[in-house]
């Protein structure tokens, strides 16, 4: 079964938990676009949501595809996000952010009542830290942030590059106008601890340590689906 075929199939399985009525977070990336690909047919025949995009990207596609949307403005309080991941571990914490929506999908995560992730096997690991962990910052300040970055992370033991995201040759800008660090730590062993000292640099906007936001991951392999609570 190719990458796609699972995404489809965590993403189908994620169906399971949408209820007509429903005010619905709907996440960023090629999980997620699977995820709104089928939710488009569900609306087609019929079944009324409300849904939140958490970028401009799925914005588009649910546009395209027929899905209602809204902004969180219009719906503060959504009962469900449904959202993939670049890791997951088995606490259900998660680094995200490798689609550069991390700011919106974390905002929108924390105004759901529940947040279920849908990823495919290769996603879960023991400790987080194999994907580059995201951090969006203010343009203004870049360098000073960096070094503060830097100096937050080398207190815990953390060493690795800091690699400005880029867009061809100009950095990625993030739909808030932000720009990304790449930080390539190596394994986390302490994601509260960094995600505190991240939180405390003024510069940093966000970045993409999810902890104790996700309730649930629906994991597709090879041997179909299962479930992480
Ligand atoms: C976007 C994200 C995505 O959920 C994450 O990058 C996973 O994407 P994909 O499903 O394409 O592997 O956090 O900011």
């Known amino acids: 079964m190719d990458a796609r075929q699972l995404k489809i199939q965590a993403a189908g399985a994620a169906l399971e938990h949408v209820r007509p009525g429903m005010r619905l977070g709907i996440g960023t990336g090629s999980t997620a676009e699977e995820f709104v690909r089928l939710l488009a047919e569900k609306v087609e025949a019929g079944l009324e949501i409300k849904g939140v995009p958490t970028s401009e990207r799925t914005a588009g596609l649910c546009v395209e595809l027929g899905v209602p949307i809204h902004s969180l403005d219009e719906l503060p309080e959504l009962d469900l996000t449904i959202d993939g991941a670049d890791e997951v571990d088995r606490e259900l914490r998660l680094i ?3 689609g550069g929506a991390l700011l ?7 105004a759901s009542e529940r947040m279920v ?3 495919d096997e290769s996603k879960v690991v023991e400790t987080l830290g194999r994907f580059a962990l995201p951090v969006e910052v203010s343009p203004f300040g870049l360098a000073a942030t960096r070094i503060a970055v830097e100096k937050a992370a080398s207190a815990l033991g953390l060493t690795g590059a800091l ?3 880029m867009d061809r040759d100009v950095p990625f800008e993030t739909d808030g106008g932000h720009f990304i660090l790449d930080a390539s730590f190596g394994r986390i062993p302490d994601a509260e ?3 505190a000292a991240l ?3 003024p510069g940093v906007v966000e970045h993409g340590l999810f ?4 309730c649930e991951a629906i994991i ?5 689906v299962s479930i992480m609570k």
């Open 211 to 214: 902890l104790s936001v996700a």
């Open 96 to 98: 995200k952010g490798g």
């Open 193 to 195: 601890a960094l995600s």
């Open 104 to 110: 919106r999908e974390k905002i929108v995560a924390c």
């Open 199 to 201: 939180n405390s640099i």
């Open 117 to 119: 992730v849908i990823a």
């Open 163 to 165: 690699e400005l995201r």
């Open 220 to 224: 597709a392999g090879p041997n179909g």
